[in-house]
C-alpha cells in the first residue's frame, strides 16, 4: 500500500524545537519529490518547504527561511522537515506528500499523509 505516514509532532514553547518524519511506503523514496505543508486553524492550507526528487534542491517558505530545514534519508526511506526557533504562528497541522517537482503548489503532490499537529504554545 502507498502512503505516508507523519510523526513527530506535539507541544512546544516558544523558542523550542521539533523534528518531524514523514515515513513513505510502497515505494522507495527516490521516486518522488516531497514537500511539507501545514494548515492552521481558520486558514488554508499552504506550502512550508519541499526537495527534489534527487535531494539537491530544495525550497522554503519566507517564514520558515534559517529556521526549518528538510532533509531526507533514503535509506530510512523518510523525509524529515527540523524545525527550531518555533513561533507560536507555527502551529498547524502539518503534511507531508509527495510529486513529481519540488513546489510549493498542492496540485502538483498526488500522495498524502495524513497530518501531525504541531503546537507552539507557553
Known amino acids: 500500500q502507498v502512503q505516508l505516514v507523519e510523526s513527530g509532532g506535539g507541544l512546544v514553547q516558544p523558542g523550542g524545537s521539533l523534528r518531524l518524519a514523514c515515513a513513505a511506503s510502497?515505494?522507495?523514496?527516490?521516486?518522488?519529490?516531497y514537500g511539507w505543508f501545514r494548515q492552521a486553524p481558520g486558514k488554508e492550507r499552504e506550502g512550508v518547504s519541499c526537495?527534489?526528487?534527487?535531494?539537491?534542491?530544495?525550497w522554503y517558505q519566507d517564514s520558515v527561511k534559517g529556521r526549518f530545514t528538510i532533509s531526507k534519508d533514503n535509506a530510512k526511506n523518510t523525509v524529515f522537515l527540523q524545525m527550531n526557533t518555533l513561533e507560536p504562528d507555527d502551529t498547524a497541522i502539518y503534511y507531508c506528500?509527495?510529486?513529481?517537482?519540488?513546489?510549493?503548489?498542492?496540485?502538483?503532490?498526488?500522495?498524502w499523509g495524513q497530518g501531525t499537529q504541531v503546537t507552539v504554545s507557553s
Open positions: 526537495i527534489s526528487k534527487s535531494g539537491g534542491g530544495t
Open positions: 510502497g515505494f522507495t523514496l527516490d521516486k518522488y519529490a
Open positions: 506528500a509527495a510529486g513529481i517537482v519540488c513546489s510549493d503548489s498542492q496540485q502538483r503532490y498526488d500522495i
